[in-house]
Structure formats: structure tokens, C-alpha cells
């Protein structure tokens, strides 16, 4: 397969990539996810949608989103330039927004009244409490109990947006459970309900349109990264969820054979602890929520319980085709500790003034790893996926701190 | 000829409507699987659907759900799953089984050796909730060199195109969904049932099971009318739960909670 196919051939007309993808829900969805193919098909082109999803990306949104140089942290590392591509200065402080503005004008034009999300961190859950507000439509989000806590700020955030936040208390009551029960819900109301994914996880079409939607943020960074430098960057890395902030800055950049990238997963307690949500680093191919991926899952096929420090990253699968670009060699899949992504918050904060999430501080701690080892006269653009702010508990705790 | 197909062949004659059992296996304790079973059959069933619990049951509600966690904690899986069919064969040659689950436990087997244990086991069908037709290239081929059947879900959303293209697809008896939902969610609309069912059987000569949503005699009843099987699940699986701390006594219980619809259903069909 040559380089320049991979940017338009994935998936297949099946939503395949390679072995991983595809459509594997139970019969009641089947026609749901089938209609929301065909109306995405019919309006990923229409010129209309185009325009109206590019104004609200312009003004509502606030993009495009800036490539910052950092400067003091590329002096530190003393090695490539690192710019961050600020995701964190979207409304509502995250990529995530990006995926569901595009959603919610389809569930428009589908006809839908009520809007379903699963989250994990809260971002997701926000981007669409948001999105729904603005468009006057019911908004329910299904929360892992466990995120619910660690997160409660988000959690009121949602409230106020006039979204019903449903704690899921079932299986490992994170994100995984969170999507079951979303899962669950979209099957009773399949008739006047749209669920709005937010990773490229999930049935076909969701990994592709998600994508899509995300794709963004990696069609900027081309341009602006060229302004910049005049050439494109050696390397990009983002953190891994689901991976949609990962895919949304890399699907541009497959066909550039020289431009690395890095995907950094929730390494938790360290690989070889267990305790981890690495599966593109330590898990292997199954069914999970829709998609054949890599999974984190025993030796019966049951799906084991993740640990990270970031909601945003507790989760035991990965869109499909991060799987695929793992297998076919394209992307690098790494992990960094839980212990070694609080320290970059913490470096960025005081280095940058800017305080990343914790999910971006994976990607950041990547950075510190790979920067030192190359030149001056190379780049890497760091994917700042979210901000810290709703972080901060989790971290004063870490500190003995309560407020 | 299947187990499952000159089950149906002999039902048909009789002029009888088949009653499917619903169970997780290994809830609330591996042990008493098969012994439930065996009162199953004694009580009336006909066909015996076994669940596989998995960590994730996307399409179950709360009730197979919770069924799931209890047999996960106590350590069955697919494996163990087998092993309970093949004891079960020792006393019962004619009983068809169905196992039902979810896509990962079986993928995690690889469809060629799960086929090779789960024949000699005496497993006769596989319905897997999350594997639909688009995705079992791979797998029917497979399953049908082993003699296992494949059963599909059809559901109110389903077309009548698709309906076409799942009976191609079928073998064994294709099982209904009778509400948009998850297991043990809704009660039954049997009048809408019967209008799906209708078109459903101008495209399929195969036996049509009818399930979700069946807590009693009279629901029980009600379906016999106009389908080929009643499934009856979270209704036992409710009971189980109710019961984990007597294990002892649970084959009796769910024999006899079965045994009421069986009844029911016997009294409709000598009406027919």
C-alpha cells in the first residue's frame, strides 16, 4: 500500500481497517447506525453543512486554535522546537467540542430530539451539554460513579447546561460503563434519540466521522507549522483514550512518510504493574463497544479494570484505527506513568503558565523523553488536547491538599 | 438433522409451542448450573439457552447484568462454560442448548477452537448478541462445519431487506426481540409482535422464537399464539437473584416458576 492511499483508502466501505473496526452491535441498532452512515455520507459534502459547521467552528468554538511556541520548555529540553497545538483554548476547554458540533448539526438534520453521551473525564459530557444547550435539545450523559467523583466540577458544569448527569454505577463504574449504559439507552430510544460518541471508538460510522470532525485539528497544525517553520514537523505526539484527539492531529499527516508519531497511553502504576489503560502497548485484538481494537482483556476474553490518573484515559479499548496504524508500523504507541505526567503538569504550569489536563500531560511527558534527543533544527508539535482547570482536585489531593 | 431442528419438527407435529429457557451459567454458583438445567427440562423446557457472562453485556439490563458479575466473581468463563454442557450431555442427549453471550469471549477463544470444543461438548447453537450477520463471514462457515446453528436477533427496527438477509443467514430458529431494550426492560406489546412476525415469516421457514419482556403464564400464553417458542429469561434470572445464599433450593424454584408457563402455554395449545 503505498503512502498516500492511507490518508482516504481506511476504512472500507464495512468500516474496517485492516482486522480492527466494523459493526458489531446488537440487531436493534443495526438500522440506527445505518441511518446515521447515510446521513453523514450525504452531508460530509453538502456545501451547506460545510458552512454552517465552519462558522460555528470560527465563532462559537474560537478557532482556528494557535500553535504556540514553547519556548521555554524547548530551551530546557535543549533539543527539537515544541510547539503545542492549544486545543485547551477551544470553548469549553478541550478538543472534544470539535466532534460535537459536527454531531449535533447532523442530529439536527436527522430530526432528533434527545441527545445521548457517555464521558469519561467530563469533557466530552460538557462539549455536548453545551452543544445541546445552544440547540435547545434534551441532553442525557451516562458518567461513571467513580469519574463522577473525581470529576465534580464537570459534573456541574453539565447541570448547569440543563443536562441530566446519570451516575452508572455497574462494572468498574468508569468510562467503559459509561458507554454500556449509553449503549443501553440509545437501544429503548432508538427512535428519537442520537447518541453523540466522543472518541473514534465505537460501530461504524463513528470511528470515521469522529475522525473527521477532529481532523481539524491536524489540517492547522499543516498550515500553521509551515508558516512557522517552513517545513513540516519530525515529530507529533498526543495522548490516548479513545485516541480522537490523537487521530484528529495525525490522519493529516499519515501520507508524510518522515513526520513521526507518538500515540502516549495512561502507563497508571507502570506497564508491568497491570495497573495500567495501555492496551495498544500491552493488550491484544477483540470485541469491544462496537469495534474489533486492541483491548485490555484476560485470557477468557473478559475486559479487565484500567487504572490512570486521568478519567480521560481510563479506558480499556481504542478507536480501530490507531490499532490498524500500530499494526501496519505507521504510529508509535507508548505510555508514560501516571507519576511522570503529573510532573510535566506541574513543568508546564510553571514553565509555560499554562496548565495542561491531565490527559495532555501524558503527551507533555512524552515530550520531555523524546525532545533531548533530537536537534534544534527539528520540530514536534505536542497535541495540548484539553486544560488543567478541572484537574486541580485530583492534583491538590495528590498534595494533601483539600479545599 | 440438528438437535435443534427435529426438536422444532417434533413440536410442529405435536402441535406444540417450544418454551426456551433462559440462564446465566455459573450464577449464582458454577456448581449448580447443571442441576438447574436438568429441572429445566423436567419442568418443560424445551430448549435451553445458556449465557456465557461477560464483563460488559451491552444489550442485558440490570438483571442479567448483576447475573453476569456473580458468575464472573466466581471465576466461570467460556471454557468452564463447556465444561458444564458436556456434564450436562452425560444424562440429557436430546435437550438442545444454545449459548448466548457476546462476541470477546468467543473471539478470544478463535472461531475455529471454539468450534472444535464446543461440538464435542454438545453445544447446538451459538446466538451472539453483538455478531451480526455483516461481521460472521469468519464465523458461519466455521460454525456450520461443526453442525453448530446460528441463531440470529431480529428486532422491531429491522427492515423488512434485512429481515431477507438475516434468514439467509439463520439456521436453527431465529429469535424475536419484542421491544426496543434491553433484557427484562418492558412489557410485551403482542399485537405488534404479531405484525412483525408476519412479515418476518414471508421471508424464513425457520422456527420463530419470541423473547424480552415475558414475565408470566399469561404473557407467556399470549406469545405461544402467534410464535413458534417462547424465550423466558430475566424472569428466572430475577429469581436467582433473590435466592443466591439457597443455591440448593434454586433448581426447584426456577423449575417451578418455568413450569407455570409451560403449563400456561400447554393450556393455549390445546385450544388451538
Known amino acids: 500500500m503505498s503512502e498516500t492511499t492511507h490518508n482516504t483508502a481506511m476504512p472500507d466501505e464495512r468500516g474496517h481497517f485492516g482486522q480492527h473496526g466494523g459493526r458489531f452491535?446488537?440487531?436493534?441498532?443495526?438500522?440506527?447506525?445505518?441511518?446515521?452512515?447515510?446521513?453523514?455520507?450525504?452531508?460530509?459534502?453538502?456545501?451547506?453543512f460545510q458552512a454552517e459547521l465552519d462558522k460555528d467552528l470560527a465563532d462559537f468554538v474560537g478557532r482556528p486554535s494557535p500553535l504556540y511556541l514553547a519556548e521555554n520548555w524547548t530551551k530546557q529540553l535543549a533539543g527539537a522546537q515544541i510547539y503545542l497545538k492549544r486545543e485547551d483554548l477551544n470553548h469549553t476547554g478541550a478538543h472534544k467540542v470539535n466532534n460535537t458540533i459536527g454531531q449535533i448539526l447532523l442530529a439536527k438534520r436527522m430530526g432528533k430530539k434527545r441527545i445521548i453521551a457517555e464521558t469519561g473525564a467530563g469533557q466530552h459530557g460538557v462539549a455536548t451539554a453545551t452543544v445541546a444547550a445552544r440547540l435547545g435539545l434534551e441532553c442525557v450523559v451516562y458518567?461513571?460513579?467513580?469519574?463522577?467523583?473525581?470529576?465534580?466540577?464537570?459534573?456541574y458544569r453539565m447541570k448547569l447546561l440543563g443536562a441530566t448527569v446519570i451516575p452508572v454505577e455497574s462494572?468498574?463504574?468508569?468510562?467503559?460503563?459509561?458507554?454500556?449504559e449509553a449503549l443501553r439507552d440509545w437501544v429503548t430510544n432508538v427512535d428519537n434519540t442520537f447518541y453523540i460518541i466522543g472518541t473514534v471508538a465505537g460501530p461504524h460510522p463513528y470511528p470515521e466521522m469522529v475522525r473527521d470532525f477532529q481532523t481539524i485539528i491536524g489540517r492547522e497544525a499543516r498550515q500553521q507549522i509551515l508558516t512557522?517553520?517552513?517545513?513540516?514537523?519530525?515529530?507529533?505526539?498526543?495522548?490516548?483514550?479513545?485516541?480522537?484527539?490523537a487521530i484528529g492531529l495525525f490522519h493529516p499527516f499519515i501520507g508524510d512518510g518522515g513526520v513521526a508519531m507518538y500515540g502516549v497511553e495512561g502507563g497508571g502504576h507502570g506497564i508491568e504493574s497491570g495497573e495500567h489503560a495501555a492496551p495498544l502497548c500491552a493488550g491484544t485484538p477483540g470485541v469491544l463497544h462496537g469495534n474489533r481494537t486492541y483491548l485490555m482483556q484476560d485470557e477468557n476474553g473478559e475486559i479487565i479494570e484500567t487504572h490512570s490518573i486521568s478519567a480521560g484515559l481510563d479506558y480499556p479499548g481504542v478507536g480501530p484505527e490507531h490499532a490498524w496504524l500500530k499494526d501496519i508500523g505507521r504510529a508509535n504507541y507508548v505510555s508514560v506513568t501516571d507519576d511522570e505526567a503529573l510532573a510535566a503538569f506541574h513543568e508546564l504550569t510553571r514553565g509555560e503558565g499554562i496548565i495542561p489536563a491531565l490527559e495532555s500531560s501524558h503527551a507533555l511527558a512524552y515530550a520531555k523523553k523524546l525532545a533531548p534527543t533530537m536537534t534544534a533544527d527539528q520540530s514536534i508539535i505536542v497535541n495540548l488536547s484539553g486544560r488543567g482547570d478541572k484537574d486541580i482536585h485530583t492534583v491538590a489531593a495528590i498534595a494533601g491538599i483539600e479545599f | 438433522m440438528s438437535r435443534l431442528q427435529s426438536r422444532f419438527e417434533q413440536l410442529k407435529k405435536d402441535n406444540k409451542t417450544a418454551l426456551i429457557s433462559y440462564i446465566t451459567a455459573g450464577d449464582p454458583e458454577p456448581w449448580v448450573t447443571v442441576p438447574m438445567l436438568h429441572a429445566l427440562v423436567e419442568a418443560g423446557a424445551d430448549v435451553l439457552e445458556l449465557g456465557v457472562p461477560f464483563s460488559d453485556p451491552m444489550a442485558d439490563g440490570p438483571v442479567i447484568q448483576k447475573a453476569c458479575e456473580?458468575?464472573?466473581?466466581?471465576?466461570?468463563?467460556i471454557h468452564t462454560v463447556l465444561e458444564m454442557v458436556a456434564s450436562f450431555r452425560e444424562?440429557?442427549?436430546?435437550?438442545?442448548?444454545?449459548?448466548?453471550?457476546?462476541?470477546n469471549p468467543i473471539e478470544s477463544m478463535g472461531y475455529q477452537n471454539f468450534a472444535e470444543q464446543a461440538q464435542p461438548a454438545g453445544v447446538d447453537g451459538v446466538l451472539t448478541v453483538d455478531l451480526p450477520p455483516e461481521e460472521s463471514d469468519n464465523f458461519l462457515p466455521i460454525l456450520?462445519?461443526?453442525?453448530?446453528?446460528?441463531?440470529?436477533?431480529?428486532?422491531?427496527?429491522?427492515?423488512?431487506?434485512?429481515?431477507?438477509?438475516?434468514?439467509?443467514?439463520?439456521?436453527?430458529?431465529?429469535?424475536y426481540v419484542s421491544i426496543k431494550g434491553v433484557t427484562g426492560s418492558a412489557e410485551i406489546d403482542v399485537s405488534a409482535v404479531a405484525e412483525k412476525l408476519a412479515i418476518l415469516r414471508d421471508k424464513t421457514d425457520l422456527p420463530i422464537g419470541v423473547g424480552f419482556g415475558i414475565r408470566d403464564g399469561a404473557s407467556a400464553a399470549k406469545v405461544s399464539e402467534i410464535?413458534?417458542?417462547?424465550?423466558?429469561?430475566?424472569?428466572l434470572v430475577r429469581c436467582i437473584e433473590e435466592n443466591t445464599d439457597n443455591a440448593e433450593v434454586l433448581p426447584e424454584l426456577v423449575s417451578e416458576l418455568l413450569f407455570d408457563m409451560k403449563r400456561a402455554i400447554t393450556a393455549r395449545d390445546e385450544q388451538k
Open chain 1, 25 to 48: 452491535v446488537g440487531e436493534t441498532l443495526m438500522e440506527a447506525i445505518y441511518a446515521l452512515e447515510t446521513a453523514y455520507k450525504q452531508y460530509k459534502n453538502d456545501p451547506e
Open chain 1, 143 to 155: 458518567m461513571g460513579a467513580v469519574d463522577v467523583e473525581r470529576q465534580a466540577q464537570n459534573v
Open chain 1, 171 to 180: 462494572g468498574s463504574r468508569t468510562l467503559k460503563d459509561a458507554l454500556n
Open chain 1, 228 to 245: 512557522a517553520t517552513g517545513k513540516l514537523p519530525d515529530a507529533l505526539i498526543a495522548c490516548i483514550g479513545g485516541g480522537s484527539n
Open chain 2, 70 to 77: 456473580r458468575a464472573l466473581k466466581n471465576k466461570t468463563n
Open chain 2, 91 to 103: 444424562k440429557d442427549t436430546t435437550t438442545p442448548i444454545v449459548l448466548m453471550g457476546y462476541a
Open chain 2, 144 to 175: 456450520k462445519a461443526h453442525n453448530i446453528d446460528t441463531i440470529y436477533l431480529v428486532a422491531p427496527t429491522t427492515t423488512d431487506e434485512r429481515m431477507a438477509m438475516i434468514a439467509q443467514h439463520a439456521s436453527g430458529f431465529i429469535y
Open chain 2, 227 to 235: 410464535a413458534d417458542a417462547v424465550v423466558v429469561g430475566s424472569t
